[in-house]
């Protein structure tokens, strides 16, 4: 009796051992960016042109896997759609639209006005004069309307203008501005509005975490709102280097922006581990340097001190997002490795960075799991 006794107990622990390893294993199995933030906000990615057309199968497997919100990261801005007047190239858009679609992704338009990487027809007539107001604006209200009503009800959200603003908060001085003046912004966000009027419209831009500029983000928003157009939120983007202190101040831009009425996305995340050339650290694309040794120094590999400091800086951002997450609705890294990152040829060309969370053979860095245990 007591042998039998003994054989059922032996038993029933290997079914229940089985159950906790099998467990275990699911769990592992599960334990992704997307899964693991299911309740806080939505884990994006840009994707480039190779992961869209399918040319990068282990990346583009690794965007299912992990990602659950995708943005465009060039293929939707007017010098890649529209080099020419009135001729659209709309290939690469639609399959990357098709993509979010088939794997139910939340779909990002990136973006519709900005003063870079806007061909220079735009702004001039055939004989190489500045166009008029109404030329413009005639101009913008064609491309915005032929790209959000393309995908109306597909785009879930778009970057409608992306960094109007200086780092003192003025209105920079780009074409848009300077033929059209400040309604550009506003003319913008009615044109995408009367396109689609359910798809959320966003302002994005860089350094929104520094005084000055929060708040000429703030009276962005303000302007629109008394204007009576829609805006959902504002897209924080997070282009950050290793030695940053903006924890603060970044807190403070969230909760400013969630007072005016609209939610927070945090765009374009990366941290470079690379020095800087100079203090005044931005993300104006025209910035570029000259290339030394001391700007590239992990050509082969990176000091485990540097990876520990890289690890710690992430942890302490998703910390921050965490605790907001009734305001945040989306974290979006810019690029899926770090062979994808523009990091590597701004604003130095040929240089090796590591900023985002997997590495070149698209293999989770240790802090993606770290990651994951704090959304537990």
């Not at 992704?32 to 840009?46: Q, S």
Request: aromatic share 12%; with cysteine.
């Amino acid at each position: 009796m007591k042998q039998k006794s003994n054989t059922r107990k032996m038993k029933l622990a290997i079914v229940l051992a089985t159950i906790f390893i099998t467990s275990g294993f699911a769990q592992q199995k599960n334990a992704n960016l997307k899964n693991a933030f299911l309740r806080d906000f939505y884990i994006g990615t840009a994707l480039d042109s190779t992961q869209i057309v399918g040319g990068a199968q282990a990346s583009t497997n690794l965007v299912k896997q992990q990602f659950n919100s995708i943005v465009a990261e060039n293929c939707m801005k007017i010098e890649k759609i529209q080099p020419f007047e009135g001729k659209f190239d709309l290939t690469l858009p639609d399959q990357f639209v098709k993509f979010g679609e088939k794997n139910k992704m939340k779909i990002i338009g990136h973006n519709l006005v900005w003063h870079s990487q806007t061909p220079a027809w735009f702004f001039v007539d055939k004989s190489g004069n500045q166009v008029s107001k109404e030329v413009l604006i005639q101009r913008m209200h064609n491309h915005i309307t032929t790209l959000v009503s393309r995908y109306k009800g597909k785009v879930n959200g778009w970057d409608v203008v992306n960094e109007a603003l200086e780092d003192d908060g003025t209105l920079r001085k780009s074409l848009w501005y300077k033929i059209i003046g400040p309604d550009y912004i506003e003319l913008a966000f009615k044109f995408a509005h009367e396109a689609d009027p359910k798809a959320e419209l966003y302002y994005n831009d860089y350094n929104l975490y520094k005084p000055a500029k929060r708040a000429g983000a703030i009276e962005i928003v303000k302007t629109l709102k008394a204007k009576g157009c829609r805006i959902d939120a504002i897209g924080e983007q997070g282009h950050y280097s290793l030695g940053m202190n903006i924890f603060d101040d970044l807190e403070e831009s969230i909760e400013t922006f969630s007072k005016l009425g609209v939610k927070v996305m945090i765009t374009e995340l990366d941290l470079t581990i690379l020095p800087f050339p100079t203090t005044d650290i931005t993300a104006d694309v025209s910035t570029s340097y000259q290339n030394s040794e001391k700007y590239n120094p992990y050509t082969k590999e990176v000091p485990s001190s540097v990876q520990q400091e890289f690890s710690d800086y992430y942890v302490k951002l998703f910390k921050l997002f965490v605790k907001h997450k009734d305001v945040i609705d989306r974290v979006t890294f810019w690029g899926v490795n770090d062979g994808q990152s523009w990091r590597n040829y701004w604003p130095i060309k040929i240089r090796t960075d590591y900023p985002l969370l997997f590495d070149r053979d698209n293999q989770a860095k240790p802090v993606v799991d770290r990651i994951i245990k704090e959304a537990k």
